[in-house]
């Protein structure tokens, strides 16, 4: 958006004076020395930091969790939580090369089933000597599409200096999310803010003080890969979303904040807070703390891509194809070119995203994208972030690629897709028409935005009239930088009937309501 070194769990000196007071309510991870050897540790391996189930199919699915120490991790799953009959996997030797944590891939799983897991960290001395385990759940993809698919999106977490506030009770927009029982929940990138320390308080405009936890490695912004795994590690001290972990599953792509505002490939720069000045630096070290702290399965170890972008099928109902608009663009720019073939995606994601939704046969393509198409998002004052760049002409720079895209889709009949985003910081529903357009050769379809979860509020963005976006609803400050004390945070909630096909998009506010709904027939190229 426009506008190591091995740790164990934080202790009470790792997190900074002033700012924990009240923080009683979040439960934060149990304490112990910040930076003490493992070997200096009494007691058995703990899993404090809580599980994570994520890129969930019909037979198979991938468990994380973060360990205090070296241990081995094992995981039991069991169609009931009694646990009777379960299945036991053997997973990882977890230590300092991954920042302590661990992800076990499980395979061959009945689809369609609730699955509940149990992870037990083990000394890798005495296999005996194990920890307490700790539960999660997930629903396997059906075969069928009897019972539906139900499932939310949101992103940008702990943004612009707003974050863990205790008087508050943390992330409170989890457990909003959690009572809707989704069957995954899609993060569309800003998971941290690596660019944007975490204060512990912030004065608010009519003088209420923000109070934030916060932490050694958010003190500053993120350079080393210790502090991007501070960074990443941050969001997990609070309580709602490691509850909200353990019980709905996820599927996670990242932005420009997991690095810096607005970085594109090869840029340096100009930023005083930096030492280290090369985003091509910033972003391995960045990728490697993101696939150390999300269940990924494009990044998994042996992995011969390790790419953020891939399709997670959900049953004959859904397809979600997963974007990465961050890693293979070209340099931020007026987007004025008349020729662009790297665009946003970068060629070889373009065809690879041509080539899978073609193969599809899902009733739905959900196209994840990390940001909008026809919303107008600035960087500084000639340059453009996004796809759009203010012309409502014929596509240029940026636009070409999408213009490209969506000619596929219509010439090959491509049915059922709508895209979903985060990104600008407010909730809006956009209707695309070539008979609106500059560029007409493409079918009608919806873009959904809806964020933030946990960071500052801004003020709508201008549309670009290229591929004839018309808003049917919008919700937004009216001033940049709105506190989540003063404005709501924002989900989106996306509901397939089994029997219909029907699809409903609901985009919610914290507390859970309702402010827009829209039902999609099944069937169609365009809407």
């Known amino acids: 958006m426009s506008h190591r070194p091995p740790s164990s769990l934080p202790g009470r000196r790792g997190v900074l004076r002033g700012s924990l007071a009240a923080s009683a309510a979040l439960a934060l991870p149990a304490v112990g020395a910040a930076a003490a050897p493992a070997f200096a540790l009494s007691g058995r391996p703990k899993a404090a930091w809580g599980v994570q189930a994520g890129d969930v199919g019909a037979d198979s699915g991938l468990i994380w969790t973060r360990s205090d120490r070296p241990a081995r991790m094992i995981v039991e ?10 299945t036991k996997w053997h997973g990882p030797l977890i230590g300092a090369g991954t920042d302590f944590t661990g992800t076990t891939r499980l395979r061959g799983l009945p689809p369609g089933e609730q699955i509940h897991y149990r992870v037990v960290l083990a000394d890798p001395d005495d296999p005996r000597r194990t920890g307490e385990p700790v539960t999660g759940t997930f629903r396997t993809t059906p075969v069928g599409r009897r019972d539906g698919v139900r499932f939310l999106w949101s992103g940008d977490i702990a943004g612009q200096g707003w974050g863990i506030n205790p008087d508050l009770g943390g992330y409170r927009v989890y457990e909003d999310m959690r009572a809707l029982n989704p069957d995954f929940f899609l993060c569309s990138g800003d998971n941290i803010y690596a660019d944007g320390p975490i204060l512990p308080s912030v004065t608010l405009p009519d003088g209420r003080v923000w109070r934030n936890v916060t932490t050694e490695e958010k003190s500053k912004v993120a350079e080393t890969l210790a502090e991007f795994r501070g960074a990443f590690r941050y969001n997990l001290l609070d309580e709602n979303l490691r509850r909200f972990n353990a019980q709905v599953p996820s599927i996670v792509q990242w932005d420009d904040h997991e690095v810096h505002n607005n970085w594109y490939p090869g840029q340096i720069l100009d930023d005083a807070r930096y030492t280290e000045k090369d985003t091509n630096v910033l972003a391995a070290r960045s990728l490697r703390a993101f696939s150390e702290y999300f269940p990924v399965s494009t990044l998994r170890p042996g992995d011969d891509e390790g790419r953020v972008y891939r399709v997670l099928r959900h049953g004959p109902l859904l397809d979600v194809f997963v974007l990465d608009m961050r890693s293979y663009r070209n340099a931020n720019s007026p987007g004025r070119q008349p020729d ?37 998002v600035a960087d500084g004052k000639v340059n453009f972030e996004a796809v759009a760049q203010g012309d409502p002409g014929a596509p240029l720079g940026r ?5 490209e895209l969506l000619r596929h889709i219509k010439h090959d009949r491509i049915t059922g897709t709508l895209w979903l985003t985060a990104d600008v910081h407010y909730t809006s529903a956009q209707h695309y028409d070539p008979s609106r357009a500059a560029f007409q050769d493409f079918e009608p379809f919806w873009e959904f935005v809806s964020g933030p979860l946990a960071a500052g509020g801004f003020q709508a963005v201008k549309l670009d009239a290229t591929f004839g976006p018309e808003q049917s609803f919008i919700k937004a400050p009216d001033r940049a930088n709105t506190s989540p004390m003063e404005t709501p945070q924002y989900f989106g909630e996306v509901d397939i009937d089994g029997g219909s096909g029907e699809l409903t998009v609901r985009l919610r506010q914290q507390g859970g309501d309702v402010l827009f709904s829209k039902a999609l027939r099944p069937g169609r190229v365009g809407q």
């Open 77 to 86: 799953t069991s169609a009931t939580e009694s646990f009777r009959r379960a």
């Open 340 to 376: 662009d073939a790297t665009g946003i995606l970068g060629a070889r994601q373009l065809a690879w995203l041509k080539r899978e939704l073609s193969r599809s046969r899902a009733v739905w393509k959900v196209i994840a994208s990390d940001m909008p198409l026809g919303l107008v």
């Open 399 to 403: 636009e070409l690629q999408i213009a």
